[in-house]
């Protein structure tokens, strides 16, 4: 019966360090992407309404 335990919870580790991995290639891709179309934002860019949109 241990035995049976302890596989079904390696084999749970197992999975989700997968997932994790996928998870973590896929935010590697996306920001490659990311920065090779331009649509990095910038941190030194206010977040607020532009001072172009106020009369």
Known sequence: MKTKFAASVLSALLYAQG??????LATVLLKERAHANGLVVSSDMPSGPSLLVVR
């Open 19 to 24: 997932l994790l991995g996928f998870a973590a």
